[in-house]
């Protein structure tokens, strides 16, 4: 029993920062019907920004976050102005291809910029307390926090400002919301960069305490992103953080009771099963018909 | 011919066959990000096939295509509500559930002294019956295109057919497809297992030509490529994905010099491209432009 709330507790930890990458990948997909595979490796290029400035400038944590998060922005809106702004309405799928074109550009020019295979990041805080007989990591209790309060700011953010009701404006009907005098194209670009703010903060938190970044963390923040979305329901803010709790748990648990090569497997049968028996996620509504078509994905 | 070339022409064709399974779907209006699991169950069953099971090599990739088409229905049926994102999140899923499956699974027996068979991560070695038959490099090459040709000249008839055009219009839109009377969920179990049957004889040829194989060769990243070349190449013929893969792994191959930097070349360049052609090179308009340069025409 103790083992499994252990586990639990873990699976939480890691799974906040599932729910942080799924934070930020739903808000672009909510406002732009668009998948973005660019989303972890821009945050990686931040990240790799943010190792340089550690190793060259002697960066402290707060630094390298700054630097990560710029670096994930910037590179988010490389990716936004080449792969989905110039994409007319129908062609959702080449926008999708062209963002995985340049998911192979930027982990190409990281690996140009720091050659080895692993590099140091700074941890953020490495400390470790007894809560009972369980242990608590406090740079995952962190994340923890971040994750919670990154939600429930983009739902403020979504449902009590004028920028929120543009953007849940624009996710109803972006001809409409044009028609009425919002700026589509000025509120799409923030929103980007919002989202990709939010990835920068959950790579940061990530490679902080996993004190290493290697070429792998594009791939692995996609990945995860995606999973955790997935399964909370596309385009909810509650859904991802649901979605990225429950993701860690599930591997948390898995890997407890079944190995390490069973942990994936049932991340992915857990993907899988929630697709099958309800597609728009735990938390979305039903995927309603035109919005979940190829042609506008 | 240089081995090196016979190399490199041979990866491009059996490349083709997951990039046209993959467009098979896309047809459709399905995106798949798991063909890549259909290419090794087909690579796995015909080798099995042939190193253990010492198969001929037609028969052991008619069982790769054939387990690869049952597979591919199976997971049709589920998947079949599942639009857009949903059913590409979906394949994907079943893609790593097949990959990681492959690197659990065990089944070794030993041959003159030597343990053959899928083991687990390690892979599968010893698929080598084009070495115990004698086929040369060259013989295979022409068996890989000989194949791959007459899967283009079944899409082109295909295309010309009732079948072709009902397939582009469920792709276009379900509901009016279903309207005329098309039977649009038969049609998409159909088009899943053709598509699977493709990418696993694409895996067969793949395992024999390598004489190895392991799951991380299947992972997303292929996956993603056969779905891009479509893309790349053009929607509007089968000779599209195979544009795409020509200009991926030639182009790739041609700027070697610049090593370092060709995945930033050749990534801006397909980013531009779809800018220009969102549907590919060879999209239906530039197809349809094509075939009426080729025919004389009529007088009026």
Avoid at chain 1, 51 to 63: D, M, S
Wanted: aromatic content about 10%; overall charge neutral.
């Amino acid at each position: 029993m103790i083992d499994f709330l252990q586990n639990t507790i873990d699976g939480v930890m890691t799974g906040a920062s599932y729910a942080l990458l799924a934070l930020g990948f739903t808000l672009i997909f909510g406002v732009m019907r668009r998948l973005n595979l660019s989303y972890g490796p821009s945050i990686m290029v931040g990240a790799y920004l943010g190792t340089l400035a550690h190793l060259h400038l002697a960066a402290g944590p707060l630094g390298v976050a700054a630097v990560t998060v710029a670096g994930a922005v910037l590179a988010g809106l490389y990716v936004e102005r080449l792969c989905f702004a110039p994409m007319a309405a129908g062609a959702g799928i080449a926008a999708m291809v062209s963002s995985f074109a340049i998911w192979m550009q930027l982990e190409q020019a990281a690996i140009l910029v720091l050659p080895r295979h692993t590099y140091p990041f700074p941890p953020l805080a490495s400390a470790t307390a007894w809560l009972g007989p369980f242990l608590l990591r406090l740079d995952q209790l962190i994340m923890l926090a971040s994750a919670l309060v990154l939600a429930l700011g983009v739902q403020a953010l979504l449902y009590g400002t004028r920028f929120g009701l543009a953007l849940r404006a624009i996710i109803g009907n972006p001809t409409a919301a044009h028609l009425v005098g919002i700026d589509v194209r000025r509120a799409t670009v923030l929103a980007f960069a919002l989202a990709s703010a939010v990835g920068g903060v959950a790579g940061f938190l990530v490679l902080a305490s996993d004190a290493q970044v290697t070429p792998m963390f594009g791939m692995w923040a996609t990945m995860k992103g995606l999973i955790a979305m997935m399964i909370g329901g596309l385009g909810s803010i509650p859904g991802a953080l649901v979605g990225g709790l429950l993701l860690g748990v599930v591997e948390a648990q898995s890997q407890w009771y079944l190995g390490p090569q069973l942990r994936d497997l049932a991340a992915y049968v857990l993907l899988f099963a929630c697709l099958v028996w309800r597609p728009g996620g735990l938390f979305g509504a039903a995927p309603v018909r035109d919005l979940a078509r190829g042609r506008s994905l | 011919m240089d081995d090196y070339l016979v190399g490199v022409l041979s990866n491009i064709g059996v490349v083709s066959f997951v990039a046209l399974s993959a467009y098979l779907l896309l047809l459709t209006g399905a995106i798949s990000f798991g063909q890549q699991a259909f290419f090794a169950i087909g690579a796995y069953a015909a080798g099995v096939a042939t190193a253990l099971w010492g198969w001929p090599l037609a028969a052991a990739l008619a069982l790769g295509a054939a387990v690869s088409a049952a597979a591919a229905a199976a997971v049709g049926l589920p998947t079949l509500r599942l639009h857009g994102l949903y059913f590409a999140v979906a394949t994907l899923a079943f893609a790593e559930m097949v990959r990681l499956l492959f690197e659990l699974a065990r089944y070794q027996v030993e041959i003159d002294g030597e343990l053959v068979g899928p083991n687990g991560a390690d892979g599968f070695r010893g698929i080598r019956y084009i070495f115990e038959h004698d086929l040369g490099p060259l013989q295979f090459l022409a068996l890989i295109y000989g194949l791959l040709a007459a899967v283009l000249i079944g899409f082109m008839l295909m295309e010309r057919s009732r079948l072709g055009v009902a397939l582009r219009m469920v792709g276009e839109d379900e509901v009016l497809a279903s309207l005329n009377g098309i039977a649009v969920a038969r049609l998409k179990i159909l088009a899943a297992g053709l598509a699977g049957a493709l990418a696993g004889l694409g895996g067969g040829l793949y395992a024999h030509l390598t004489t190895y194989v392991e799951p991380r060769m299947f992972d997303v990243m292929l996956g993603v490529h056969s779905l891009a070349y479509g893309l790349i190449g053009g929607l509007g013929t089968a000779f599209g994905p195979l544009v795409g893969v020509l200009i991926d792994i030639g182009l790739l191959e041609s700027i070697r010099p610049l090593a370092g930097y060709r995945m930033i070349v050749f990534g801006g360049l397909v980013a531009l491209l779809l800018i220009a052609r969102p549907r590919g090179l060879l999209d239906e308009a530039a197809v349809h432009w094509l075939q009426r340069a080729w025919r004389p025409r009529r007088r009026p």
